[in-house]
């Protein structure tokens, strides 16, 4: 079994642990982790994608390796900007839940805001 | 089996174990150290499929930065996770989820297996063009040359980002020192360290960006070594974080895209076309976007990590 | 010559192994997180410390033997550091269980 | 093969599309850095530049006849990136500059930076945000290459989501978190997908893909499976039932500019991404049981959220539910423009003119409702008695754009609805017809609780004074849905230019 196609088990498996972890696990912020770990997933499979596109000399691909660069930078942009909504919420409400308790209890405060 | 797939597989199986952890710990701050420690095994495998530019990045940013991020974040987050685990779903509810996620990793599994090897490559034609870009590491042309543009959008997803996280400051916080006021000052060790660390970090950071046109590293790498020495700083508090409304924080925000945008823009003019490099003039064009990305993404990643103001300015 | 030093790489890195392993032991077996603590950092020091000195002579160049060597420095630095933060907060939070 | 070759190089007026791309992006980065007040005015300034380059695109889409391209870089796809406009792409982009402008006039005064203050958080979020979301919508509409379509979508995602919480409320906190994990879950469906079809056929530009398929006869196991999984992820994007949860509190919770932005034109942009995936890159794939499946999802959108909107107390609730049901007519297209049947081409028409009335429509009525909630200091459906007397051009946008979401003549929503309605009868498959018309029925009952007591005979009070300008704007959008109505025949052909299926015909 080559390295190539051990990645891409893990990386499924990657992928169905981190699915997991988000439909099931109420808290966010392990949601959030689930995603990461769904996101390194799928950043493995280009990894074996771009080891099977090994050609011309090169060990791999280098577009799809470039591409996962570029998701990694995304993903943490995506776990900071979530972190922050997440700890704002539980600074305003002492809780750090998905459910809308009374979204109707106190309407939008229009464009003045 | 050589000794090398027998590593292989070991390195697999920790990987997974290490993230079921993550997935499976019943308190927050175990998972959150079962992630970091995924991430440095991860990148472990990166270099396993011949993509240290991707294992550099890997450590750098998803297991170190990120690291710290949620490491901060849990702690804060700790009286919430009883009232969390109230809401966990029963275990019909929970198997059958599971049911549904095995049956999605077995057929990617599947289908992953079943891609023709060797697969589909742009390898040659990426290779192709390094003597006229005069870089030698084909990932390095892929982000600044041949698809520069998803590069310069991600910088701008970064920007976004940075206006989300700070507009959730309050109102009167706003334009404020970046980041949560902060206790006592640490323990004498980190500050140590942090007087130590930076001169050493900056070194290697510049050796990374600058090695990066030939051989692994680059700007994403080398700006995250820069961004863990401005957190290290912070941590230790030998100096406050930067207030929002610095004009020359911003500036460095908006330098790598906007750089970017520049040298693009000129290609309209020069070689007659958007973001395309006159020849002979790629290399140092290359370098200079490096280094104004590499500024960006060190300014950018800390304020991402420590979060909106939380005083007003002064 | 060559097998000469092929063989001192194999010593000292088998001896660093022992040390990490020996670390491991502890940081599963010792009763309290201040001896945890200990058994880790004694892993590190000379576990790691023994691999690079066996990993020198195989560097390619002066200046790889120089990276090698900021490996060890940088890990001593973090691991010394993050030693005395989680013996700080440990006493903070009170008498070792 | 003469197709593929124009697809692949840049064509006269091809710096268009990157003028309409950078424009917006370099107004977000000067209003960060020169901040306070003058982040507005870049933006106002920018606007009719936006503006006049997305009539540009269109002019030049319509006069050649053939999508407009550009090379990025001049590194042609496989290797790089093409930037690509069809008729499709153009009446988006002139609609996404339409809306924002009317959203971006409608801010003003709420978003202002008041003298004396340096800055202020809410109006530098909002300014830069909208632009940000502005660029996204620009690569979303234009981009070639399915990986520069993830980054696109990734940044409306982190544009959109802080519009949503700007003033900071509980509420709105939980629901725009809600939002983020929702289009985070459906981005990385998007890129496992993509990685599956690079790793097949070597390239993930549009054009050589849809070509690549289309020279395969037997389709790889990976391609399907990763169509399935973009097509997933984009339905959560788009809010599709049943993954419409985080909509409704996201964009009723939003300041109304933002709603307006986020229900018109950002859920659009996931949906165009649909019908860039099942009818230009495969659609060889789509089969009656995949356009079925949508179309049955779409129809019970339709229905649920329509009788959702009937139930809602608040105002801004029922125009969000009725934007769930509003998505569910946009995937009755795909039955019935798929190939090249002769209703294919009236249902695709059908298909856009659907996403463009309804962008105007509900951009008219989320604006119509901000300036209800402004003047009221709620958003109550039961205490709207007689405020047609207090804010009448309000309840006209109001009315007009419900007119639209009915079906009525004249407006953009009667023309995508009787196109769409015909094909079906053509094609024999009656019951999207059916539903088409049930739908309907239940939008004229949510529009009517609303617009019958507000233009009853009774006095309110009101606890602002009426603003005339925002009323306008709100009059003026919704105009517009009307005014779609009485698009002239040449508008539908240039729809159609760079149709996939038009296009095979061509070869």
Known sequence: MSAAILAGLTGAALVGLGLYGLLTDPHPLRKILAFNILGSGVFLLFGIIARKGAAAGFAADPVPQAMVITGIVVAFSATALAVTLLLRLFQETRRATLEPDAPAKTPDAGVDG | MSVIQALDIGLALLVLAVAGWTIAAREAFASVVGYVAYGLLLSLVWVRLFAVDVALTEAAIGSGVTGVLLISAVVRLRKTEAPAAAERPGVVLRALAAALCTVVAAALAAVVLLMPDPGATLAPEAGQHLGELGVGNPITAVLIAYRSFDTMLEKVVLILAVIGVWSLASDGNWGGVAGPRRGARPEGALAFLAQLLPPLGIVVAIHIVWVGANEPGGAFQGGAILAAMALIVLMARLTEAPEIRRRWLRLALIAGPAVFLVVGIAGFAIPGSFLAYPAGWAKPLILLIEAFMTLSIAATLPMLVIGPPDRPPS | MNVAIDIFTIVAISAGAVFFMAGTVGLLRFPDSFTRLHALTKADNLGLGLIVLGLLPQASGLLGALKLVAVWVLVQLAGATVAQLIAHALRRKGPPT | ?507
């Open chain 4, 1 to 507: 093969m003469l197709a593929m070759a124009l697809a692949l190089a840049t064509t006269g007026g091809g710096y268009l599309l990157v003028l309409a791309v950078i424009v917006p992006v370099i107004g977000m980065l000067l209003s960060l850095v020169v901040g306070g007040r003058h982040a507005e005015r870049i933006a106002f300034a920018l606007m009719p530049a936006g503006l006049g380059l997305a009539l540009a695109i269109a002019i030049e889409v319509w006069v050649t006849g053939q999508p407009l391209v550009y090379i990025l870089g001049g590194w042609p796809p496989p290797l790089g990136i093409a930037l690509r406009a069809d008729g499709f792409s153009a009446v988006m982009l002139v609609t996404a500059a339409l809306v924002i402008a009317a959203a971006g006039y409608f801010a003003r005064g709420g978003f202002a930076t008041p003298p004396g203050v340096a800055e202020k958080r809410a109006p530098l979020a909002f300014w830069t945000l909208l632009q940000g979301l502005w660029a996204a919508l620009a690569v979303v509409f234009l981009g070639g290459d399915l990986f520069n379509l993830y980054v696109a979508l990734e940044l409306l995602t982190f544009a959109a989501v802080p519009l949503v919480c700007l003033d900071g409320r509980p509420e709105t906190l939980a629901a725009a978190l809600r939002y983020l994990l929702f289009a985070l879950f459906g981005s990385v469906l998007y890129l496992l997908g993509a990685a599956l079809l690079y790793g097949t056929y070597g390239t993930l530009d549009i054009v050589l893909l849809a070509d690549r398929t289309a020279a395969e006869p037997l389709v790889a196991p990976a391609v399907g499976f990763a169509a399935g999984l973009m097509t997933a992820g984009l339905l959560a994007k788009t809010a599709l039932f049943p993954l419409h949860l985080w909509l409704p509190p996201a964009h009723a919770n939003a300041p109304p500019p933002a709603s307006a932005v986020l229900s018109a034109l950002v859920v659009k942009a996931s949906f165009f991404l649909i019908v860039r995936l099942w009818f230009d890159v495969m659609p060889g794939l789509a089969s009656a049981a995949v356009t079925t499946l949508l179309a049955a999802l779409g129809a019970a959108a339709i229905l649920f959220g329509s009788v959702l909107a009937l139930r809602q107390a608040r105002l801004k609730l029922l125009i969000a539910y009725s934007t769930v049901a509003q998505i569910g007519y946009l995937f009755l297209m795909f039955p019935l423009a798929i190939g090249g049947h002769p209703w294919s081409a009236e249902a695709w028409s059908g298909g856009v003119m659907q996403t463009l009335s309804h962008a105007f429509a509900k951009a008219a009525m989320f604006l119509a409702a901000g300036v209800v909630y402004e003047q009221l200091g709620h958003d109550r459906i039961a205490e709207l008695r007689g405020i047609g007397r207090a804010m009448p051009m309000a309840i006209f946008a109001f009315g007009l754009g419900g007119l639209s979401l009915m079906g009525l003549p004249p407006s953009g929503g009667f023309a995508a609805k009787w196109l769409l309605m015909q094909a079906s009868v053509e094609s024999g498959q009656w019951a999207w017809a059916v539903v088409m018309l049930v739908g309907g029925l239940l939008a004229g009952g949510y529009v009517y609780r609303v617009v019958a007591p507000a233009l009853d005979r009774a006095t309110v009070a009101l606890k602002a004074p009426a603003s005339r300008r925002r009323e306008a704007v709100a009059l003026a959008l919704a105009l517009g849905a009307v005014l779609l109505g009485f698009a002239p025949p040449e508008f539908f052909d240039l729809l159609q230019i760079g149709r996939p299926v038009a296009m095979a015909a061509l070869r």
